[in-house]
């Protein structure tokens, strides 16, 4: 098949003017209003009911009339004789006289002859008669029928989406169905390589993120996901799923099979069927969109990566649906910041994702094919075609996704388990980027991180301070952290007693730039020059030396999906795991922290935790604190 080439792509502007002409006509149906969260009112919701139905008090006291208290001072008190007791959801008829008074609870309603109420606080009852402290006015502490809603009140327009104040203004008023817009988005998953989560993960297979991503973003916008599943490469089935979408929802999406590959031929199908309005937009990520109208039907091919599909959701998908229920978006919550490091553009508009700290921008871009780009960005900001580099300390603007908190902290480097108790402990949110502690010291160097986590030994013993030196980092202080036992990891029985066993077995080793894979390498050595032999060469005889795995724990699954023999990792993340473990070393895992971030309350809370009593004694096993922990070592300016 003929492959699709993208000579002529739409520009952004255009195509935004494209999707804000694209509007369809939503149905309407009735709901409970227990589930209208996130639903378009698509009428005006009047008030049966007066709210309050009836005058009620608002404090609990007695009720009374007002000019029985006119004479009543703290030296000389009114005495009123008590003649009943009101609860709330009372509905008794009870009257007051002159000289009477009813003791009454917040809520109840108001006796027949009583204009006011005066509070408990300001009287003294003693067996049938309250003595009165202080005068009140006529309607003091009385909420009076229908002066919170009014019987024929418009309580909710039109359009509104429906949140839990609207929830609670429904029942308040006893609205039990709600007249909602009902707009109907069909959503298709193509592909050859995807399966349902939860399904076996077998070579070659990913699970359909996308699927499940969109639906999300089609409810946040206040319309009905309906998904049709997997669709594998294969025309007549992508036609058939196609028309059934077409025929029962309102706007269709299918994400994956609309770029330039030769198995890539929804976008084909779509044309055959209807109109192609755009083929290929001018913006990175999600260049290969294509946008159709199919039996008037808009009908939107989103490219398969995940990152690409939630972006140009956002930025061309959602406009259709708001302008469709008549709303205005709820995500496009927008902020100003600085950038915390520079970036540079590919020359094409970009969407481009971001984390936000404390007011600064840091890129939270890693590829369009992985969904953790956006799990871990804020929001985004749109960089134009003709910038090529935005410098650090640029004032941005990050238009914010819906439901994002911004982090206290961010922490790049090695993957451990005692910064998850850390964040636990010290109830900060704290942005943790497991790539290793080389990639630790490279945020650390070009300020896009707080905290870097490190255990990288020198070429002497000592840890992470000769790697500091060597970088020539100054702005930096390294603050001593906690020692870990690390050694081999393997299943039980296998048979596994000294790091010499490691050739004929399959290693699952950490990925190059971790410090623990360099302590391997150190610990390799040392066993290297006892046989008298090169660390290359004993190397080679380690099958999958290679290999590089991101985390301790993902070093344990491969050996507990025995895809690997045995790891060298932490023992606190074998014991977790259930498999064996046999001590080699111990390491010391550091954190490198920036010094204009040293005196803000986060930083301050996280050292406070790093040295206290407690954090030592929850620290999981083969972790420990030492005399050195908490211990800051500042370094000259150069």
Do not use: W
């Given at each position: 098949?003929?492959?699709?080439?993208?000579?002529?792509?739409?520009?952004?502007?255009?195509?935004?003017?494209?999707?804000?002409?694209?509007?369809?006509?939503?149905?309407?149906?009735?709901?409970?209003?227990?589930?209208?969260?996130?639903?378009?009112?698509?009428?005006?919701?009047?008030?049966?009911?007066?709210?309050?139905?009836?005058?009620?008090?608002?404090?609990?006291?007695?009720?009374?009339?007002?000019?029985?208290?006119?004479?009543?001072?703290?030296?000389?008190?009114?005495?009123?004789?008590?003649?009943?007791?009101?609860?709330?959801?009372?509905?008794?008829?009870?009257?007051?006289?002159?000289?009477?008074?009813?003791?009454?609870?917040?809520?109840?309603?108001?006796?027949?002859?009583?204009?006011?109420?005066?509070?408990?606080?300001?009287?003294?009852?003693?067996?049938?008669?309250?003595?009165?402290?202080?005068?009140?006015?006529?309607?003091?502490?009385?909420?009076?029928?229908?002066?919170?809603?009014?019987?024929?009140?418009?309580?909710?327009?039109?359009?509104?989406?429906?949140?839990?104040?609207?929830?609670?203004?429904?029942?308040?008023?006893?609205?039990?169905?709600?007249?909602?817009?009902?707009?109907?988005?069909?959503?298709?998953?193509?592909?050859?390589?995807?399966?349902e989560p939860g399904e076996e993960l077998k070579p070659g297979?990913?699970?359909?993120?996308?699927?499940?991503?969109?639906?999300?973003?089609?409810?946040?916008?206040?319309?009905?996901?309906?998904?049709?599943?997997?669709?594998?490469?294969?025309?007549?089935?992508?036609?058939?799923?196609?028309?059934?979408?077409?025929?029962?929802?309102?706007?269709?999406l299918t994400s994956g099979s609309t770029s330039a590959g030769?198995?890539?031929?929804?976008?084909?199908?779509?044309?055959?069927?209807?109109?192609?309005?755009?083929?290929?937009?001018?913006?990175?990520?999600?260049?290969?969109?294509?946008?159709?109208?199919?039996?008037?039907?808009?009908?939107?091919?989103?490219?398969?990566?995940?990152?690409?599909?939630?972006?140009?959701?956002?930025?061309?998908?959602?406009?259709?649906?708001?302008?469709?229920?008549?709303?205005?978006?709820?995500?496009?919550?927008?902020?100003?910041?600085?950038?915390?490091?520079?970036?540079?553009?590919?020359?094409?508009?970009?969407?481009?994702?971001?984390?936000?700290?404390?007011?600064?921008?840091?890129?939270?871009?890693?590829?369009?094919?992985?969904?953790?780009?956006?799990?871990?960005?804020?929001?985004?900001?749109?960089?134009?075609?003709?910038?090529e580099y935005i410098e650090a300390g640029s004032p941005v603007?990050?238009?914010?996704?819906?439901?994002?908190?911004?982090?206290?902290?961010?922490?790049?480097?090695?993957?451990?388990?005692?910064?998850?108790?850390?964040?636990?402990?010290?109830?900060?949110?704290?942005?943790?980027?497991?790539?290793?502690?080389?990639?630790?010291?490279?945020?650390?160097?070009?300020?896009?991180?707080?905290?870097?986590?490190?255990?990288?030994?020198?070429?002497?013993?000592?840890?992470?301070?000769?790697?500091?030196?060597?970088?020539?980092?100054?702005?930096?202080?390294?603050?001593?952290?906690?020692?870990?036992?690390?050694?081999?990891?393997?299943?039980?029985?296998?048979?596994?007693?000294?790091?010499?066993?490691?050739?004929?077995?399959?290693?699952?080793?950490?990925?190059?730039?971790?410090?623990?894979?360099?302590?391997?390498?150190?610990?390799?050595?040392?066993?290297?020059?006892?046989?008298?032999?090169?660390?290359?060469?004993?190397?080679?005889?380690?099958?999958?030396?290679?290999?590089?795995?991101?985390?301790?724990?993902?070093?344990?699954?491969?050996?507990?999906?025995?895809?690997?023999?045995?790891?060298?990792?932490?023992?606190?993340?074998?014991?977790?795991?259930?498999?064996?473990?046999?001590?080699?070393?111990?390491?010391?895992?550091?954190?490198?922290?920036?010094?204009?971030?040293?005196?803000?309350?986060?930083?301050?809370?996280?050292?406070?935790?790093?040295?206290?009593?407690?954090?030592?004694?929850?620290?999981?096993?083969?972790?420990?604190?030492?005399?050195?922990?908490?211990?800051?070592?500042?370094?000259?300016?150069?």
């Amino acid at each position: 098949m003929e492959r699709k080439e993208f000579r002529e792509l739409t520009p952004v502007e255009d195509a935004r003017k494209l999707v804000s002409r694209i509007k369809v006509l939503p149905g309407i149906e009735y709901i409970n209003v227990g589930n209208a969260v996130g639903r378009i009112l698509a009428e005006d919701v009047l008030s049966g009911v007066d709210v309050p139905a009836f005058n009620r008090s608002v404090k609990d006291g007695y009720a009374l009339r007002a000019k029985d208290t006119y004479k009543a001072t703290e030296p000389e008190p009114v005495a009123l004789r008590l003649t009943a007791s009101i609860p709330a959801g009372c509905a008794d008829r009870f009257f007051v006289n002159d000289g009477e008074t009813i003791e009454i609870s917040t809520g109840a309603p108001i006796p027949e002859g009583a204009d006011a109420v005066i509070m408990v606080e300001q009287t003294k009852q003693t067996e049938d008669t309250v003595l009165i402290y202080q005068p009140v006015h006529i309607a003091e502490n009385i909420m009076r029928a229908g002066s919170d809603i009014m019987k024929g009140e418009r309580v909710l327009r039109k359009n509104t989406r429906i949140g839990s104040r609207e929830i609670g203004v429904l029942a308040s008023i006893g609205k039990m169905e709600v007249p909602v817009k009902k707009l109907i988005v069909g959503i298709i998953s193509t592909g050859d390589e995807l399966i349902e989560p939860g399904e076996e993960l077998k070579p070659g297979k990913i699970f359909d993120a996308n699927s499940y991503a969109i639906a999300a973003n089609v409810e946040e916008c206040g319309a009905i996901p309906r998904m049709y599943g997997i669709v594998p490469d294969e025309g007549k089935l992508m036609e058939e799923a196609l028309d059934r979408a077409i025929n029962e929802c309102n706007i269709v999406l299918t994400s994956g099979s609309t770029s330039a590959g030769i198995g890539d031929i929804m976008y084909r199908i779509i044309e055959d069927k209807g109109e192609t309005l755009t083929h290929g937009i001018a913006i990175k990520p999600g260049k290969p969109v294509v946008i159709g109208m199919i039996n008037g039907v808009p009908t939107i091919g989103l490219p398969g990566n995940p990152t690409s599909a939630l972006s140009i959701f956002n930025e061309f998908v959602a406009p259709i649906i708001y302008n469709s229920l008549g709303v205005a978006p709820s995500f496009k919550t927008k902020v100003a910041a600085v950038m915390g490091t520079g970036i540079r553009s590919g020359g094409r508009e970009e969407l481009f994702p971001v984390g936000v700290v404390r007011g600064r921008a840091y890129p939270a871009d890693k590829t369009s094919g992985a969904i953790t780009t956006l799990a871990d960005a804020d929001g985004i900001i749109e960089i134009k075609a003709q910038t090529e580099y935005i410098e650090a300390g640029s004032p941005v603007e990050v238009t914010m996704f819906g439901n994002a908190r911004s982090p206290d902290l961010m922490f790049v480097g090695g993957q451990c388990p005692g910064v998850d108790l850390l964040e636990d402990m010290t109830g900060k949110m704290i942005r943790t980027l497991n790539m290793g502690s080389s990639a630790g010291f490279t945020a650390i160097a070009g300020g896009t991180t707080d905290i870097a986590g490190v255990n990288m030994p020198g070429a002497e013993g000592e840890y992470n301070l000769p790697v500091i030196m060597k970088m020539g980092l100054t702005r930096v202080v390294l603050v001593k952290g906690y020692r870990r036992e690390l050694g081999l990891i393997f299943r039980p029985g296998k048979g596994v007693a000294e790091l010499g066993d490691l050739p004929g077995l399959r290693l699952i080793n950490r990925n190059r730039g971790s410090g623990t894979r360099a302590i391997l390498d150190m610990e390799i050595g040392r066993l290297a020059a006892q046989k008298g032999i090169s660390r290359a060469e004993l190397t080679k005889t380690i099958e999958g030396y290679n290999s590089g795995s991101k985390t301790h724990r993902s070093v344990c699954d491969a050996i507990k999906d025995e895809r690997a023999d045995v790891g060298f990792g932490l023992k606190a993340a074998a014991e977790e795991a259930g498999l064996a473990f046999i001590p080699v070393t111990e390491d010391e895992f550091d954190f490198v922290i920036r010094k204009d971030v040293m005196d803000t309350p986060e930083i301050k809370s996280f050292l406070s935790v790093l040295s206290s009593h407690e954090f030592s004694e929850r620290l999981p096993a083969g972790l420990r604190t030492y005399e050195r922990t908490g211990e800051t070592i500042s370094l000259p300016e150069m």
